[in-house]
């Protein structure tokens, strides 16, 4: 016998033929294959089911009767729809199946489930197509996941989602009526302001008024007399000489009332609580301002001072009035008892504006109360002020585009400026 031969068979096969060898091995592996099979089944936590062509359960596993509360044996062979669907779904579930011999069932799609206590469960499916050895449909199988509670959190958080933007919705209408209303009392208060400042200059005004009306009342008795002596004069008296006084008179006489005239319609005019934006003439505003404040600047040395070329400014007329009598007010109070007032409104132009500064000889500031001059209610004079003056002139000029602060320094009077930006 050669070395080939002596080889050429295992030492088992003296007692089996390779076709019995074979076979065995092919039905040792199926079985482990169907244990294998089995097993998951069994224990998996998820949910698998198996069903033919027309929806008969095959295969329910440990997962669906836990859920469900049905065993195996009690499903097997029943429609699906007849045992674990909700009776709204039925008709959802057989055009599915109909879908089935067209191959077109797999995929993934939500479900209810019904327990066998009445409870309904949402599942999560992902299906795929059996097929036989010759490529023939012979069911499907399906797995799942329980998404109820997955689900409630969802819609409990789309809940809470949905109710904060209600909430911030409501917050952002509430936020706008607010603002409104603090516009509106802003407006107010800046009229309010506006009034009291009148009050304060009504002494001046007074005192204004009564010259010219003094004037224009003496020039009338004068035109008068004038008259008189027209009459008397006859034939053969200078009638031209007469007439040129009484023009004189006249002349003098209107002129006092247009001065009255003025100081009322300024008056008017800075009373009134709103006003069109125009272009600014800084220098007649404050040639104006010094009018209006007349005898209030009695016994105070006033210096005017103007320097550069204007720019173009657009603006509100009567609030740029209204910052500026303001802070003239202030240093007129300032000064009160002072034995040389002096107070500086300076104008100075540049390229991308102009600036206003009103300059007093006072005691100042202290350090300690210029980080509270543009607060609300804040005033260092005990016995009259709202405080809300420096905080309304300067939100009038931040509405401008501008900025309004103090710039004084120890000992060296109060040094208030007011930019306002060039107009574009």
Not at 239 to 261: H, I, M, P, S, Y
Request: net charge negative.
């Amino acid at each position: 016998m050669t070395v080939e031969e002596s080889t050429a068979r295992p030492v088992g096969a003296l007692h089996r033929t390779p076709d019995r060898q074979w076979t065995g091995w092919a039905e040792t592996a199926l079985r482990r294959e169907q244990d294998f099979s089995r097993a998951i089944l069994e224990t998996s936590r998820g949910l698998i089911v198996m069903m033919d062509t027309s929806a008969h359960i095959l295969v329910f596993n440990r997962g669906c009767q836990e859920l469900t509360g049905w065993s195996e044996e009690e499903v097997r062979g029943r429609k699906l729809w007849e045992v674990l669907a909700p009776e709204y779904e039925h008709e959802d579930r057989q055009r599915r199946f109909a879908l089935l011999k067209e191959g077109r069932i797999s995929g993934g799609f939500e479900s209810h489930w019904r327990t066998r206590s009445g409870d309904e469960r949402l599942i999560s499916w992902q299906t795929a197509i059996l097929y036989s050895d010759d490529g023939l449909i012979e069911g499907v199988v399906g797995t799942g996941i329980d998404i109820t509670e997955k689900r409630a959190a969802e819609l409990a958080l789309e809940r809470e989602r949905q109710a904060l933007r209600d909430s911030e919705a409501r917050l952002a209408l509430i936020n706008a009526e607010l603002e409104q209303r603090v516009a509106e009392r802003t407006a107010q208060l800046m009229q309010m302001e506006r009034l009291a400042l009148m009050g304060a200059i009504t002494a001046g005004l007074v005192h204004e008024v009564r010259n010219p009306l003094i004037t224009l009342s003496g020039y009338h008795r004068l035109a008068r007399r004038a008259i008189e002596g027209l009459k008397g004069l006859g034939p053969a008296g200078d009638v031209g000489a007469a007439v040129a006084l009484l023009d004189e008179r006249f002349t003098t006489a209107e002129t006092a009332a247009g001065a009255v005239v003025d100081i009322l319609e300024n008056m008017l005019a800075f009373a009134r609580k709103e006003g069109k934006v125009e272009q600014l003439d800084l220098e007649g505003i404050a040639r104006e301002l010094l009018r209006l404040m007349g005898a209030q600047l009695s016994g105070i040395r006033v210096r005017l001072d103007t320097a550069g070329m204007p720019v173009p400014l657009k603006g509100v007329k009567t609030q740029v009035l209204q910052v500026l009598l303001n802070l003239m007010t202030n240093a007129c109070q300032a000064l009160a008892g002072a034995e040389r007032a002096e107070i500086e409104l300076r104008i100075e132009h540049g390229g991308g504006g102009s600036t206003v500064w009103v300059i007093d000889n006072g005691p100042g500031v202290a350090e300690e109360h210029r980080g509270q001059l543009f607060r609300p209610f804040f005033t260092t004079r005990s016995e009259a002020g709202t405080g809300l003056g420096l905080m309304i002139s300067r939100h009038i000029v931040e509405s401008m585009g501008g900025t309004l602060s103090y710039r004084g320094e120890d000992g060296g009077g109060a040094r208030f400026a007011m930019d306002l930006p060039a107009a574009r």
